[in-house]
């Protein structure tokens, strides 16, 4: 059959003009993952998955999510034509977000508590129930899918292997499958040498982060995390354990960031650089800032900024109260001349 796809992939790679300038970094990438079909990384596995799971026979595929990945398996399932279910924790999941899989005909089931609750509820009723078929990161097709992030960061830098590669943690899915994606052009021949993979989680929800600080080879799950990033709000990473050996093997790094860090580098982002990123996305840039100089200026530096800024417009803080309202011609142009003036 031919693959369940909505055209995903071959997301910008774009140079930094400013924040590279401020961080003192000046081959400095955004691989701008928002421009995916639904807005989002996770269209990249939901190829995958989706497609197998078609193939196999699947009518029902189902996930756990905290945005995103109930985005992406709407559509993805609607364009194959099969049913879709989705659990979410109840208000804890971007209005954005929850509106494509409602938009996408999905079935939308709330359940009490967080993410991590939700999933839990999930892998279990799928092993009571043959007929559904998961599609979170457990899906090892998702993980396939999600490495080619790492084949189109090499091919647009000209074949060229970055020295680092920041990303956020939520699940833990993204961070192994990028990791794996670097792994097989090294083992292919194709690169000498794999990057350093710096992983940034939330402070309030970063179990990840607190095992690297400990030097523990165990996480202590983090029972009621919290953070404006809704789309890393996991205190139970399932894939916990892959990305403490990819971090491990790549020698890399892992630092939680502020609710306060992670808002400042959305807005620059967007502001200085034209990239409208959801908050997760931008703790690639917070831990840029975070890290200081330990990361020589001449390194080439990949940022990857998993979802687009309209999946969470709420936590855009705006004052509409703030804005002039304009009554006349003449009102508009003194306004207009303060601008220019200023």
Not at 220 to 241: L, Q
Not at 306 to 324: F, I, M, R
């Amino acid at each position: 059959m031919k693959p369940v796809t909505l055209e995903e992939g071959w997301t910008p790679l774009v140079r930094s003009r400013r924040l590279s300038e401020e961080l003192g970094l000046p081959k400095l990438f955004i691989k701008n993952e928002g421009q995916n079909p639904t807005g989002s990384f996770k269209d990249r596995g939901m190829t995958v998955s989706v497609t197998r799971a078609v193939q196999s026979g699947a009518k029902v595929l189902i996930c756990a999510s905290t945005g995103n990945t109930s985005a992406s398996l709407a559509a993805y399932a609607a364009r194959a034509g099969v049913k879709a279910a989705v659990v979410v924790p109840s208000g804890k999941v971007a209005a954005g977000k929850l509106s494509q899989a409602v938009a996408y005909g999905a079935n939308i089931l709330r359940t009490d508590g967080n993410f991590d609750r939700a999933l839990n509820l999930t892998i279990e009723i799928v092993s009571e129930l043959p007929s559904l078929y998961l599609m979170n990161s457990v899906n090892p097709y998702r993980i396939e899918g999600q490495k080619t992030v790492a084949f189109e960061i090499y091919q647009q830098l000209g074949f060229v292997c970055p020295d680092y590669v920041v990303l956020p943690v939520g699940n833990a899915g993204n961070i192994s499958a990028v990791w794996k994606g670097f792994k097989e052009l090294k083992e292919w021949g194709m690169m000498s040498r794999l990057p350093v993979l710096v992983g940034v989680q939330a402070s309030g929800a970063s179990p990840i982060v607190d095992a690297y600080e400990r030097g523990s080879q165990e996480i202590s799950p983090v029972d009621e995390p919290k953070t404006v990033a809704s789309a890393i709000r996991i205190g139970n990473p399932v894939s916990w354990r892959k990305a403490a050996n990819a971090l491990r093997e790549s020698n890399g790094v892992a630092l939680a960031v502020s609710d306060e860090e992670i808002i400042q580098a959305r807005e620059d982002l967007a502001s200085d650089e034209g990239i409208f990123v959801e908050p997760a996305s931008a703790t690639p840039i917070a831990a840029l800032r975070r890290l200081g100089g330990k990361v020589e200026r001449g390194s080439t530096v990949v940022c990857i900024a998993t979802g687009h800024g309209l999946k969470d417009q709420d936590s855009v803080h705006w004052n509409a109260e703030e804005s002039p309202v304009i009554g006349d011609k003449s009102s508009l142009k003194s306004e207009l001349g303060r601008l220019s003036i200023n």
